[in-house]
């Protein structure tokens, strides 16, 4: 019975050029995935001094464990793994942060152009609806316990696929579903309350 292969590593040449020492291979690295992971981290921790500060961390431990990577699995899976244990890790520490965290992520969000209504001006009842939901969102992912709010995050904010967050976190993809399935009643449940008292 003959093994499937897997698919040679994108990022193979520029793992061997770092691994030689060369800095601007690995430089390389933290520009192709340097945006995924501040997304990463900043949804987990909603905290942008927190999230710099992980990103030096995990940037830190990468190149340190770089000459003990062995290609098992990709660079990308290998990354996010030091990510999600270094941000899950800090999360245990930060538990007395959680409401400042929501604060701050809600202001963000009103000041984000991505995220506001263009409509807010003709409909600003529509768009304080919206503020409102978008609220109880953010609140009700900080409820979530830190494993479940991974998931949601890596599947829903990153779009990985259910195979890649269980390569990430080590564990089966059944157990990615289940945690999805969990995280995503919660999620809708207290959307829905929230729509219902507000509607």
């Known amino acids: 019975m003959f093994r499937q292969s897997r698919p040679p590593d994108p990022d193979q040449d520029l793992v061997s050029r770092a691994k030689e020492g060369d800095t601007r ?5 933290i520009l192709k995935y340097g945006d995924k992971l501040f997304g990463l981290v900043y949804s987990m921790t909603s905290h942008k001094e927190d999230t710099h500060d ?13 000459p003990r990577f062995q290609g098992k699995s990709t660079f990308y899976t290998w990354i996010y793994q030091i990510a999600t244990n270094r941000t899950l890790n800090f999360l245990k520490k930060r538990k007395t942060r959680a409401t400042s965290s929501i604060n701050e992520m809600e202001s963000a969000i009103h000041q984000d152009p991505a995220l506001i209504d263009t409509t807010s001006t003709a409909n600003p009842e529509r768009q304080s609806s919206i503020n409102e939901l978008q609220k109880k969102l953010n609140e009700s992912m900080m409820t979530l316990s830190e494993s479940h709010r991974m998931v949601v995050t890596l599947f829903d904010i990153q779009g990985l696929s259910h195979g890649e967050i269980a390569a990430i976190l080590k564990t089966s993809e059944g157990t990615i579903r289940s945690r999805l399935h969990y995280a995503h009643l919660q999620l809708q449940s207290a959307l829905q309350q929230t729509w219902e008292e507000r509607f």
């Open 25 to 29: 291979a690995f430089d390389a690295l």
């Open 54 to 66: 992980l990103l030096q961390e995990i940037f830190a431990k990468a190149y340190q464990s770089l």
